[in-house]
């Protein structure tokens, strides 16, 4: 049984940081493309970061995916957030040879930035 967990979201002051971790089973792992989506109330899902290294250019210099094989874990660390930053993130697995061969979704974590 194929499953993305999404775990470290909650409530954060404006400047502050936060790890969100995707913790996946269920299918081979280091065979899928890993991604980071969110999606604020009333607007569209939107890539945030992807791959070894993509970003929506709203969040370069501020977010770092990562991940660790080994764990069967990927991370997206989350520093200087904004307001506007506030939305559920999804975790995405998508099989590297296209999501015909496999595209999953996590069941996404709040983020909430306010003062």
């Known amino acids: 049984q194929v499953q993305l967990v999404e775990s470290g979201g909650g409530l954060v002051q404006p400047g502050g940081s936060l790890r969100l971790s995707c913790a996946a089973s269920?299918?081979?792992?280091?065979?899928?493309?890993m991604n980071w989506y969110r999606q604020a109330r009333g607007k569209e899902r939107e890539l945030v970061a992807g791959g070894s290294a993509n970003y929506a250019d709203f969040v370069k210099g501020r977010f770092t995916i990562s991940r660790d094989n080994a764990k069967n874990t990927v991370y997206l660390q989350m520093n200087s957030l904004k307001p506007e930053d506030t939305a559920v993130y999804y975790c995405?697995?998508?099989?590297?040879?296209?999501?015909?061969?496999?595209?999953?979704w996590g069941q996404g974590t709040q983020v909430t930035v306010s003062s």
């Open positions: 269920g299918f081979a792992f280091s065979r899928f493309i």
């Open positions: 995405n697995a998508r099989h590297y040879l296209g999501s015909d061969n496999g595209n999953y």
